[in-house]
């Protein structure tokens, strides 16, 4: 594994969204915020079933401030070949593109924009992951995923009606995500004292006080407003420290690494931020991480588990996934890469009881 000089200096821009609109009704608004920066004609992208879903108040609001829509699509690929057709297929005089659904039409329409250079609105219809505010998009490449560089929203606009009418799944999973940031800070720092990263002090606050904001100031009912606005926001700081370090360690580590593995193995995936929960807590417990009593009481006392554990995961899979977890990235240290860590995982697996109740 390659040594990283942790005092090396570098100097590079660093953004952070302009605009930033969370609350209910803003779909209705977006016409008046392009409006607003002058984006009167826009390349608007779509996840499948929302433009019957949304469409209507959406354009209402545009025709209202003369927004032109100058190329309209529902996105149901994510090969980066196929955005790179679709992006250097827009018509001239597009100023923004904007993505409206779930994580694979923001991904393309993040993509899209950072290949053109243009500004990107991101509009996300649910709270199940903080990628709708990453530097990042997850894409295929050749069958493969893949996670490439992009670039941080112009935009964010977040319409919390929406996201109250979403699946219980999508909010659990947002959970899991948010969680997931105790394992990962552990690793990252754990990768700097090992001479493997470079650790940035105040992405890593940020990325804590993510957590602090949703989970220790508000109710733990997913179903309350409250805990989804305050979800909604610790998902967007979560997406900025990761802009800020320059990595997606501030908010990804071992627990993200066995999702990965699970996407490529399982028989049936489940949805991202339900893997990431679940790995989250048996990598704190494996960290021996400070933390793992309030992972434990955070997703017992939100129902996290409950919701799990009422579908829970294929143990021979999810050993399957521990054990392929390390090799999904080269260069790349978590507790996982510790050669004991395999066999502690089974035990842990098989003793703790509530993983017994999710990896059945």
């Excluded at 899991?176 to 990263?197: H, T």
């Excluded at 129902?303 to 990235?329: H, N, R, S, W």
Aim: aromatic share 10%.
């Amino acid at each position: 594994m390659k040594k990283s000089s942790p005092y090396v200096m570098t100097s590079r821009q660093i953004n952070i969204p302009y605009l930033l609109k969370i609350g209910e009704g803003k779909i209705a608004k977006i016409g008046k915020y392009l409006f607003d920066k002058d984006m009167t004609g826009i390349a608007l992208f779509w996840g499948e079933g929302m433009e019957k879903m949304l469409g209507g108040r959406l354009k209402r609001g545009l025709d209202e401030h003369g927004i032109e829509i100058l190329s309209e699509d529902t996105v149901s690929s994510i090969a980066v070949e196929d955005i790179t057709a679709a992006a250097f297929s827009l018509p001239a005089g597009v100023k923004a593109v904007v993505g409206v659904g779930g994580g694979k039409v923001l991904d393309f329409a993040k993509y899209t924009s950072y290949l053109l250079r243009l500004p990107y609105i991101s509009v996300p219809t649910s709270m199940s992951n903080d990628g709708f505010c990453s530097p990042t998009s997850s894409l295929t490449a050749g069958g493969a995923r893949k996670t490439v560089k992009s670039a941080i929203p112009y935009g964010v606009v977040i319409d919390l009606d929406v996201i109250a009418g979403c699946p219980k799944s999508f909010l659990y999973s947002g959970v899991g995500d948010m969680i997931a940031k105790v394992s990962a800070l552990w690793d990252w720092k754990a990768a700097f004292n090992r001479g493997y990263e470079r650790f940035n002090d105040f992405a890593s606050m940020m990325s804590y006080n993510s957590l602090d904001l949703l989970f220790l100031r508000h109710s733990s009912d997913p179903a309350s407003p409250r805990f989804q606005r305050s979800l909604a926001t610790s998902l967007l700081y979560s997406g900025i420290a990761m802009e800020i370090a320059g990595t997606s360690r501030p908010a990804s580590g071992s627990e993200h690494l066995i999702s990965h593995a699970l996407d490529e193995l399982a028989q049936k995936p489940k949805m991202h931020g339900l893997q990431v929960g679940t790995a989250a807590y048996l990598c704190a417990m494996l960290q021996e991480n400070p933390e793992t009593g309030g992972v434990r009481d955070i997703l017992t006392a939100t129902g996290f588990f409950d919701f799990v554990a009422a579908d829970p995961f294929d143990k021979t899979e999810f050993i399957k996934a521990i054990e392929l977890a390390p090799t999904i990235k080269d260069d790349y240290y978590t507790v996982l890469s510790e050669p004991e860590s395999l066999g502690r995982a089974v035990r842990l697996l098989e003793e703790d009881e509530i993983l017994r109740r999710l990896v059945k």
